[in-house]
């Protein structure tokens, strides 16, 4: 047993690594003074001469505080909607019966397996018919509600007990008093991770906001970094930087949120 979970860590190890190589590479590049260190052999990981140059430069000679603004106006949005329309639909679908509920819900679940590259197309020409393009609600039309954050919520729901609904409906509780008060708190960890999902998919969106955006005012800090690469020259030191910078927010929203995915006990207020 020691053996085997000893090969285990190892692979997880290597994994881990492996994943976060990357990483390492794209930060020691934006920090490097000199572009031949990135393209020395043997590879140099750490910068000799660590600088603040790149970043100074990316942020002084393109407009990276608009780009970083919309990216978060977009974001904040996306996450908004999302959370707020995954809700609304996966309560009816956990905790209401109707006729058809399981077909419904079936037919969502297939959208699933639909590439976005399929209804890119025709996203495109509704935003352009209801006059979205270069809009901020024409860069969140996609993520205003989303398949899997109807699963992953009506999943949610039906995990928390009956009775502490049927406790909320003897109190009067209405159906939106029963779904504000007493579900949506139950299933706090489930909407964290909903959220942090959808924001690091908004934050990290580049195809989308390309096609529905032609004015640099409101790009997106992806389409952002793509700008710093030149035509006739190309600076990696500056793409790492922008890079960096574009990362450093998804970092700081996991670090923050993450104590919450942690699945809390929903009937824990049941035990007298």
Known sequence: MTLRRALTYLLLGAIAIAMLLPLVWLTSTAFKSANEDIFAFPPRWFPAEPTLANFVTVW???PFGQYLFNSTLVAVLTVGCNLLTSALAAYPLARLSFRGREVIFTAILATIMIPFQIIMIPLFI???HLGLRNTYLGMILPSLASAFGIFLLRQAF????KELEEAARL???SEVGLWWFVMLPAIRPALVTLGIFVFIGAWSDFLWPLLVLDQPELYTLPIGVVTLAGTFSLDWRL?????VI???PVFIVFICLQRY???SETGAGLKG
């Open 60 to 62: 002084q000679t393109n």
């Open 126 to 128: 509704l935003a352009v």
């Open 158 to 161: 039906m995990a928390v007990p």
């Open 171 to 173: 109190d009067g509780c």
């Open 239 to 243: 793409i790492a930087a922008g890079s």
């Open 246 to 248: 574009s990362i450093v």
């Open 261 to 263: 995915i942690i699945p």
